[in-house]
């Protein structure tokens, strides 16, 4: 099948001195090379392997399940989750119920740049909303997290520096190769047709696409939360409320109150 990653998460039941080194040497003996492994949650360790023939994975799976010391919690071609969880440390938060939503605190920022790095790393259209309070860190990881993937930002709609509405882009800014960032409360409350026929224009190209106060955005617009396929909030603390209450300022800018 040639060289393939899968992803190992166990479980300890009893954490004995020499249990890593065991399944290491196991690992060893079937051909198996450990390409990253860190714990991943309390009482968890995550390995990213790289195998080479399915016969090995059906094997190291059986012999696994005989072992009483662990118990086999993943065991599965990696997801974007696995291997950020193995990189990190720790498992990125899902919602429940809607499992496009992924929550993140402040001094969760290094994982949520590499998240969106990864994300923008696919390429085709995404659509990404973030929510968060003013001053969290939205914009400052939207902008590191396209470092990261080597992607150039560009702003359409902003508060960074004061007020930004674009209503047309220079050549060399059309490309797939860019992450387009709309902040929503400026594109929705003060923007006119000019800037929405050029965020319309964006929407329908193949690229990453971030939109900071999705929820307001959709208010004012044709777009629906149906049409994201990421959600990320980003807390200070994971109890802070996320509320969008807006006053109009004695300049005449939607601010947050």
Not at 39 to 60: A, H, I, P, S, T
Not at 106 to 117: K, S
Not at 191 to 197: A, D, F, K, V, Y
Request: charge should be neutral.
């Amino acid at each position: 099948m040639g060289e393939q990653e899968w992803y190992l998460e166990y479980e300890i039941n009893k954490n004995r001195p020499g249990l890593l080194g065991d399944i290491s040497s196991l690992l060893g003996m079937l051909g198996i090379n450990i390409v990253t492994i860190n714990g991943v949650d309390n009482g968890r360790r995550g390995l990213l392997l790289l195998v080479d023939k399915q016969e090995k994975v059906e094997r190291l799976r059986s012999i696994l399940q005989s072992m009483d010391n662990i118990t086999v919690t993943k065991f599965r071609k990696p997801k974007l989750r696995d291997i950020l969880a193995v990189r990190h440390g720790r498992y990125i938060q899902r919602d429940a119920d809607d499992k496009k939503t992924f929550r993140f605190v402040r001094d969760e920022l290094g994982l949520l740049v590499d998240f969106l790095a990864e994300l923008y790393k696919v390429e085709g259209h995404k659509l990404i909303g973030i929510r968060g309070m003013p001053r969290v860190g939205k914009t400052e990881s939207i902008v590191a997290s396209s470092v990261c993937a080597s992607k150039k930002w560009v702003f359409i709609s902003s508060t960074l520096l004061k007020q930004t509405m674009r209503v047309q882009l220079a050549d060399d800014e059309y490309s797939t190769n860019n992450v387009y960032i709309i902040d929503g409360i400026v594109s929705s409350r003060r923007s006119n047709e000019r800037h929405w026929q050029l965020i319309r224009e964006i929407m329908r190209m193949p690229t990453a696409k971030v939109i900071e106060h999705p929820d307001v955005f959709v208010q004012q617009t044709e777009y629906s939360m149906g049409d994201f396929d990421y959600i990320i909030e980003l807390r200070n603390d994971p109890n802070e409320a996320i509320t969008y209450e807006i006053i109009e300022t004695d300049v005449g800018f939607s601010a947050f109150e």
